[in-house]
């Protein structure tokens, strides 16, 4: 059974970090890209970073670049989301994808998802 699962979500300031991770089992993800997308309350699902299947490339969304960095960990399976600067306006479920064959930015080109993770900025 092939699982993803999300950690590192919670509650933070504004201007405050945090780190999220989620681990990848039964396949390996290391020839395939990894990404993240972020659903907020009462709206559609939204492209935030992905990473190619060296982790050498790397793609985000706009209003991510600077503030987020995406890698990944091959050996173990595992992509990272590392956000700074944190504003309310990222407050949203954020949820790890992976199977991509591509850096891909689109949810349909994904064909494994985990259960997601809250992500709460406070002002």
């Known amino acids: 059974q092939v699982q993803l699962v999300e950690s590192g979500g919670g509650l933070v300031q504004a201007g405050g970090s945090l780190r999220l991770s989620c681990a990848g089992s039964?396949?390996?993800?290391?020839?395939?890209?990894m990404g993240w997308f972020r659903q907020a309350p009462v709206k559609g699902r939204k492209f935030v970073a992905a990473?190619?299947?060296?982790?050498?490339?790397?793609t985000y969304a706009d209003s991510m670049k600077g503030r987020f960095t995406i890698s990944r960990d091959i050996a173990k399976n595992t992509v990272y989301l590392q956000m700074n600067s944190l504003k309310p306006e990222d407050t949203a479920v954020y949820y790890c994808?992976?199977?991509?064959?591509?850096?891909?930015?689109?949810?349909?080109?994904?064909?494994?998802w985990g259960q997601g993770t809250q992500v709460t900025v406070s002002s």
């Open positions: 994808a992976a199977g991509a064959p591509a850096r891909a930015t689109t949810e349909r080109e994904y064909p494994y």
């Open positions: 990473i190619n299947w060296s982790g050498r490339i790397t």
């Open positions: 039964g396949r390996t993800f290391s020839g395939s890209a």
